[in-house]
């Protein structure tokens, strides 16, 4: 079965610089990959997703990830945060095989200091 | 206009009682998803439904009965209410095996007391 590891439950990054969330995967077939995020108190929104296509993807509010089968990992990335990136973001993956089941990570919270 | 809407936003009952949850999409997609969120942000699949039909029915007690009365709605409903069962549920719903990713309703924070 397929399934996501986030390492690190918690990232701090001062605003404007780098953010990096890792996620790396475990899958038998080829993965449909994606990551969500949640601000307090709402559901999860749909950032960006790989479905096979290009390696780099790019996403809503200037995030993208980039999918290295290599390594297993489909990492997060913005150049420059912002306060209002302040939130838990989810990475998932999906075998389409199985019946459409998204199995989602344990989240890492964001945390953007002035 | 929303996309995915659940009620009620929250939910407080006492240990015992049986309550209902709603969700409705006006997507048009034909899957739809139950899952659970628990206070360490883990996120659970409870239930899938495809065009009304059961496809995924994780462990979950029995007491927790989804019903699809058409492929825009997808209600939960809870027997027996536990103090475990307190969390957010979240309902969700997709176009075909979502690979084009879920659309998520705002949450049902239920508390039991």
């Known amino acids: 079965a397929q399934s996501v590891t986030q390492l690190g439950s918690h990232v701090s990054v001062s605003e404007g610089a780098l953010v990096l969330l890792r996620c790396n995967y475990s899958s038998s077939v080829p993965p449909y990959l994606f990551w969500y995020v949640q601000y307090p108190n709402q559901g999860l929104q749909l950032l960006l997703k790989?479905?096979?296509?290009?390696?780099l993807v790019k996403g809503i509010n200037g995030f993208e990830a980039e999918f290295k089968k290599s390594e297993t990992s489909f990492h997060l990335t913005k150049p420059s945060a912002h306060m209002s990136d302040a939130a838990e973001y989810f990475c998932a993956v999906s075998d389409l095989n199985n019946n459409n089941d998204m199995r989602f990570g344990a989240g890492t919270r964001l945390t953007v200091k002035p | 206009d929303t996309a995915v809407s659940q009620t009620p936003k929250y939910l407080v009952t006492q240990m015992g009682n049986d309550k209902s949850i709603k969700c409705e999409q006006n997507?048009?997609?034909?899957?739809m998803y139950w899952y659970k969120q628990d206070s360490k942000k883990f996120l659970k699949i409870m239930f899938s439904?495809?065009?009304?039909?059961?496809?995924i029915n994780e462990t979950v007690p029995n007491r927790f009965s989804p019903k699809s009365p058409d492929k825009a709605h997808l209600n939960l409903h809870i027997n027996s209410l536990e103090l475990g069962d307190s969390a957010v549920y979240f309902c969700a719903s997709s176009q075909g095996r979502g690979a084009g990713g879920y659309t998520f309703g705002s949450g049902t924070r239920l508390t039991v007391v």
């Open positions: 997507l048009g997609h034909d899957t």
């Open positions: 439904y495809n065009n009304k039909e059961l496809i």
């Open positions: 790989y479905t096979s296509a290009a390696t």
